[in-house]
Each structure stands twice: as structure tokens, then as C-alpha cells.
């Protein structure tokens, strides 16, 4: 069968001498307009006259570093990071290969933007800051057309996927459409960071409505006004979109983003089977705040299995957080009974125990009543502080969007349990954190190993600098996705998320252990996304999901690094226009 290109519009080719090239089926100003062979002032002379370019751009001809430089001193201009997020999205829409470019310069400076915690700010504003669609959406308007919708993408052979219905956003709740924003901001991080072909990527919104009146109010709103589908009807309409997206790319991997905790936990184990598919809200912050856990524990010279932990929040993310610790401390050596002795889960009314009237994913955390039978509790159900107290917990894990639940009294109830106390505040944005480094290093004296979810300044303290590391899931997903891409696995394991988390702690001691950090710093993603590739790939072959088993016996990190995908301009010839044809559920030659 012969092979269709990547578009009906371009393709990647490869001459006699083993060179890629970009083969096109536009001229002119269409092939400006077409983001990723927009190369602007980059075009050769030749190229803009073969291409039909000659007189469309200035007649100096710029390297992508010159343009690189450019744009980011226009970057610099814009006055506020929103500013500067509506800069660098236009910029992704107008010439992606330079928008690449410029983040892989400046990841460090410009993750915060487009992604946690300015790509909040975006969600909120979507409607209002519309300017190009980017994606697929699926809607109860559409939904019934969805083979027809998904042949209507131009890439022919997408292979990763975030879909979200923006029903839990952490820190902002019901978002509507706007959740758009942060699937294609995580599609920019598993590219920059992760190494995953933009023309392999696609963005998705599930509109099955909002419950956010403010939205549906709103005469600029995107979405579909109408309330959110519930039960049957909303697993019907995601059945819907799963067999779409099955029948045109069969090795798609979907990320679930976002998914309100009574249904993520349901939708992860209905198609988790089905195709490669994951919550990166239960699943990847789980994975992050083991590797954090993992990398604390090292630095107090103790094992994870000596940590006695409460997480505060009982949302998808601390559920999964549960269970990813509960998972390694049986991996330690725990039976499972003492792993979930070690693991408190407090909820928005307390300690999590047997009896209780909660949902049925919080059910396996709950801790007997026995427990806290002899507990000096001032209620029924024990209180943050009080579980504190009385389990003598050695570490705090916060993913409840209170902004100031780890006060003064809950920071020193720490403190006198441990000489190092493991705080993490991990709720996300900024103005939903339990509380500020600076605060918990002061009413620990100096003694908490503190980690945040959004990016915090480190903390200079008695002549002592306290490195503040951010539990970002970009240091999962990103490589979790390249390497169940490259390996064509059948399904994303449990198994195959722990080793994710153990490959990011083991970087992080072997590379920070001296300077104290229990996270790397952001610029050095793509190493950690190396990394945490090659243990998904081999976790996959040992567990017998991946479809590539010639992988087996590979020099892995050689094999992933080869693969990463990085921004550079390719020269660009015209190709044959009968070329542009489309060949749904095409699958690409590797």
C-alpha cells in the first residue's frame, strides 16, 4: 500500500544522502498561512521562487536563531504574563516550528506561562481571548458525526491525544470550553519536553456542556450552552468518541484531563483496555508526588516504608497520589493492609474512615474504625491537625485547593513528629496553594523539605538556600506519552506509571541529591522525559503490552533520543498536487 503523506498538505521525506526534506502541496500564500511549514523570513531564495513566495516576504533571509531572537524580545515587550500567553499562543498559530524553538531556549522562563499557572488565567478568559481554532471538538451537536469529524483532522496519523470536558480544572473548577487551553498547552509540553512530533498530536474538547452559570451567561461564550451531560448519556457520548477516534488512529494514546472525580475514575477503567489510555489527574500526579516522596525520603537518609504520610484532598489527584504511595510502599516490602495503615486521606469533612458515607472511589482509603478508637478527637470524624497529631505523620501532602490549610499549628504538629517534615502544598494555581514555602520553612525553623505544584522562587534562610521544587506532572506525561508511543503499547499499565515515578526520583537523587532538591529544575525535562521513556518501554515489554518487541534487547536511551523530535527548519520543495489525498486511519511507516 503506498504511503499517504503526514497531510494533505505536506510530507516528510528523505533523499539518496539520508536528508530529510518537507515536500508540499500548497504555493504562495497559502503556504504561509499553514503553520507548520511557515518558515517567514526563513525561506531561501530559491525556495520562494520555486514556491511562489517571491515578493510575499522581506528580502532579507533570516536563520530560525535570528528569528528566535526576534521574537523573543517581543516576548520581553508584553507587559503581563497573560499578555505574554495570548503572545506566544499567536506566535504557535502563525509559525510552530519557531514557537518550538523559542521554548526550547527558554522552557524555564516560559513553562509558567504556557502552562500552570498563567494557562489557568486562559482557561477562565478562552471566549474572550479567541483567536484560531485548534483541535477537534465534540459536542452533543456533532456527536453522532463523529467518524465524520475526526476525518475532518488534517494530520493522518495522530498518536497523541489530550481530551478533557473541563469539569475539574484544579483550583477553578467547571471551566466549560475554555478547558481547550490546557489541552494544547500539555500537546506543547509533550512536544517540547517530551520529544512527540507536533503533526502527531491533537488536541480535544469534549463540550458536553457546563454547569457554570457565568458561562452559560455569557454572550461571548464558545460552548454549547446547555447543562453537562450526566450517567448514561455522557458515557454514551464518549463511547462515541473513543470508537471515532479507535476506527481513524488505532495507536492513539489518550490522556484524560480534567474529568470531575465521580466520573475520571470510571472513564479511566472503561477504555483503559480498549486503547492506551490514561488520567494524568489521578495516574500523573500520583507518579509525581511518589518521585517527590521517593526523593525526601532519601535526603532525610530513611526509606519511603519509614514515612508515615496524610494527604489532604480526596479529589481524583489525591486519590491517585494515595494509591501511587500505597503502590511503593508495597514495592518497599509493605504488605497492603500496613501499606494503607500508612496512607490517611483527609476529605472536606475529615479523616477518611470505615462508616462513612463517601463516594466509592475514596472507599479503599478508609481507615478502620479501630484506628482511632483511643484518638482525643473534639468530633466524630478526626480533623487534619488531629490526624496529624495522632498518626505522628512525617509527611503532608496537600492537593485540596485551600489556599492556608497548612498553617501555623498544622506546620508545627509536623515539626514535632520529625526532624524533617515532608510538606508539599501541590494544589494548583498559586492562590490555591495550602501554603507559601516561606511560611512553612519559618514555622519549621528551617527543617521541612518543601516541594510546591506551582513554580515558587527558592527560600534563602539563615544563610542556608532552600530549593523549592515544583511537582509538576510535566515530569510524567511527557515522557510516559513518548514512550508508549514508541512502543506501540496495547495499554498503559499500572505497573508502568510507578516505574515513570521511580525514573524521575532516581534522576532527581543521581543529578540534585547534594544540592537538596527532591525535584529537578524545569530546564531539565527532556533528560527526565529520556528517562522516564526508557523504564515505560522496558515495564511494557516485561508486562507483554508493547506492540514493537523488536525494542527488546535495544539500547533504549540511544533509541529515544534518536526519535525526540526538535525544532529545526527542513528545505522545502513542491511536491505533486494529486499528492494531496486523504487516507483515514492511514498508519505512518517508522
Known amino acids: 500500500m503506498k504511503r499517504a503523506p503526514i497531510s494533505p498538505y505536506f510530507d516528510i521525506k528523505t533523499d539518496a544522502e539520508g536528508h530529510e526534506y518537507m ?8 503556504l504561509l498561512r499553514l503553520v507548520l511549514s511557515n518558515k517567514g523570513t526563513a525561506f531561501t531564495e530559491d525556495e520562494r521562487v520555486a514556491l511562489g513566495l517571491d515578493g ?8 530560525l536563531e535570528q528569528q528566535v531572537e526576534r521574537v523573543y524580545r517581543g516576548f520581553l515587550r508584553e507587559p503581563d504574563p497573560i499578555a505574554k500567553y495570548q503572545y506566544l499562543r499567536a506566535l504557535q498559530e502563525r509559525a510552530e516550528t519557531l514557537f518550538y524553538a523559542l521554548l526550547e531556549r527558554h522552557l524555564e522562563e516560559m513553562m509558567p506561562i504556557i502552562y500552570t499557572p498563567t494557562v ?9 481571548l479567541y483567536q484560531n481554532p485548534r483541535g477537534l471538538s465534540f459536542s452533543p451537536l ?22 478533557t470536558d473541563s469539569s475539574a480544572i484544579l483550583g477553578i473548577g467547571d471551566q466549560g470550553y475554555g478547558g481547550l487551553a490546557i489541552a494544547i498547552g500539555k500537546l506543547a509540553l509533550y512536544t517540547i519536553g517530551g520529544g512527540v512530533n507536533p503533526f502527531h498530536t491533537m488536541p480535544v474538547k469534549l463540550d458536553v456542556g457546563t454547569d457554570r452559570l457565568e458561562l452559560l451567561n455569557d454572550e461571548f461564550y464558545l460552548g454549547v450552552r446547555q447543562r453537562r451531560l450526566r450517567g448514561e448519556r455522557y ?11 479507535h476506527e481513524r488512529w488505532p495507536r492513539a494514546v489518550i490522556q484524560w484531563e480534567d474529568l470531575a472525580k465521580d ?10 483496555k480498549q486503547l492506551p489510555s490514561f488520567n494524568d489527574d489521578i495516574q500523573g500526579t500520583g507518579a509525581v508526588a511518589l518521585a517527590g516522596l521517593l526523593s525526601a525520603s532519601r535526603l532525610k537518609g530513611e526509606s519511603l516504608s519509614e514515612q508515615r504520610v496524610v494527604i489532604h484532598g480526596a479529589g481524583a489527584g489525591g486519590i491517585g497520589v494515595a494509591w501511587a504511595i500505597t503502590q511503593g510502599l508495597i514495592r518497599e516490602g509493605l504488605s497492603p493492609e500496613d501499606a494503607r495503615d500508612r496512607v490517611c486521606v483527609i476529605d472536606s469533612r475529615g479523616l477518611l474512615v470505615e462508616g462513612r458515607n463517601v463516594e466509592a472511589y475514596k472507599q479503599a482509603f478508609a481507615q478502620p474504625r479501630a484506628k482511632i478508637a483511643g484518638w482525643r478527637i473534639a468530633n466524630e470524624i478526626p480533623t487534619l491537625l488531629e490526624t496529624i497529631e495522632h498518626t505522628k505523620a512525617t509527611v503532608l501532602l496537600g492537593l485540596s485547593g485551600q489556599a492556608g490549610s497548612f498553617n501555623h499549628p498544622v506546620v508545627q504538629a509536623m515539626a514535632r513528629n520529625t526532624t524533617r517534615p515532608v510538606i508539599f502544598p501541590l494544589s494548583n494555581p498559586t492562590s490555591a496553594c495550602e501554603a507559601l514555602p516561606e511560611d512553612i520553612l519559618d514555622w519549621s525553623e528551617g527543617r521541612a523539605i518543601v516541594a510546591t505544584g506551582s513554580p515558587f522562587p527558592d527560600v534563602e534562610r539563615d544563610g542556608h538556600v532552600h530549593h523549592i521544587g515544583q511537582g509538576n506532572n510535566a515530569f510524567i506525561f511527557p515522557g510516559l506519552g513518548f514512550g508508549v508511543i514508541l512502543a506501540e503499547c496495547r495499554e498503559i499499565t499500572d505497573g508502568m506509571v510507578l516505574e515513570a515515578a521511580y525514573a524521575l526520583a532516581e534522576y532527581t537523587t543521581a543529578a540534585h541529591s547534594r544540592t537538596g532538591r527532591v525535584y529537578p529544575p524545569v530546564r531539565e525535562l527532556r533528560e527526565v522525559s529520556i528517562r522516564v521513556g526508557t523504564r515505560v518501554i522496558e515495564q511494557a515489554l516485561r508486562e507483554n503490552v508493547a506492540g514493537k518487541t523488536s525494542l527488546a534487547g535495544r539500547d533504549l536511551d540511544t533509541y529515544l533520543r534518536s526519535r525526540f523530535w526538535k525544532p529545526r527548519y527542513l528545505p522545502i520543495v513542491r511536491g505533486d498536487h494529486t499528492a494531496m489525498i486523504d487516507h483515514p486511519g492511514y498508519q505512518r511507516e517508522e
Request: cysteine-free; proline content about 4%.
Open 23 to 30: 515536500e508540499v502541496y500548497l504555493e504562495g500564500i497559502a
Open 56 to 63: 510575499l516576504l522581506p528580502p532579507q533571509v533570516n536563520t
Open 120 to 128: 489557568g488565567q486562559a482557561v477562565q478568559q478562552f471566549s474572550h
Open 142 to 163: 456533532n456527536i453522532d458525526r463523529a467518524a465524520g469529524v475526526v476525518r475532518n483532522f488534517p494530520w493522518n496519523d495522530v498518536r497523541m491525544i489530550v481530551a
Open 235 to 245: 458515557l454514551a457520548f464518549l463511547d462515541k468518541f473513543v470508537k471515532a477516534i
Open 263 to 272: 466520573v475520571a475514575f470510571t472513564v479511566l477503567e472503561r477504555y483503559r
